[in-house]
């Protein structure tokens, strides 16, 4: 069984600052994908980055880096320059292949809270 | 266009109601999704459409009924519910339904059943 882990479920950061949401997984797979979403409270699920099991270097798009460390299953998104708008709370989730296809499993999220 | 439609926005039914669900994209994807999310918790996976096939079904009951007419459009039957199937309902897509590619998310139907 496979199960992702993201044990804050409250994080707060002063704008401006970095601030790192954590996310442990566990797979047996060597093949795997490690995503993180955005869900505002509007509800939509925005995606932020990509990790692929087999990338060796960290994913990073704009003001988001995902550090992945794969002996330690783990697959932190770091924000850089925290805003206003990325108040919202955060999922890590993991994609692996499952009798018919792909499924991608959550994490239960982190709600982060960006001060002014 | 990286848009995912969802109709309606908010949905209130009674258990004796039949209704639907509407998805649409127009981004060429070739995988679709439905999740139910309950407040604050995540979302979880019903059905999983590949190449306008269903390939997964998460054991969701059968007053959920999925249907997906063409690689656009993905509809979301609903009779007879319950009403702990009040949730937020999510579609998703995704260019292809293999491991690597992220999912767009249409901004979901509330439904609240009565």
């Known amino acids: 069984a496979q199960k992702i882990t993201q044990t804050q479920p409250g994080m707060f950061v002063q704008e401006k600052e970095a601030v790192t949401l954590d996310c442990t997984y566990d797979?047996?797979?060597?093949?795997?994908?490690l995503f993180w979403y955005k869900q505002p409270s509007s509800g939509e699920m925005i995606f932020l980055i990509y990790?692929?099991?087999?990338?060796?270097q960290n994913a990073t798009e704009g003001r988001y880096s995902l550090n992945f460390q794969k002996a330690r299953k783990s697959a932190n998104l770091v924000i850089s320059a925290s805003q206003l708008g990325d108040s919202a709370m955060y999922f890590c989730?993991?994609?692996?292949?499952?009798?018919?296809?792909?499924?991608?499993?959550f994490g239960a999220g982190t709600r982060l809270f960006v001060k002014a | 266009d990286t848009e995912v439609t969802q109709t309606p926005k908010h949905l209130v039914m009674g258990m004796t109601n039949k209704k639907s669900l509407k998805c649409e994209q127009h981004m060429g994807h070739r995988a679709m999704y439905w999740y139910k999310q309950k407040a604050k918790k995540p979302p979880e996976l019903m059905f999983v459409y590949s190449y306008e096939k269903l390939s997964i079904n998460e054991s969701v009951p059968s007053r959920f009924s999925p249907e997906c007419p063409n690689s656009s459009l993905l509809n979301l039957h609903l009779h007879a519910l319950q009403p702990e199937d009040s949730a937020l309902y999510l579609c998703a897509s995704s260019q292809d339904p293999g491991g690597g590619y992220e999912q767009y998310f249409g901004p979901g139907t509330r439904l609240t059943v009565t």
């Open positions: 989730a993991m994609r692996e292949e499952w009798t018919g296809g792909f499924k991608t499993i």
């Open positions: 797979t047996s797979d060597q093949s795997y994908g």
């Open positions: 990790q692929g099991s087999y990338d060796e």
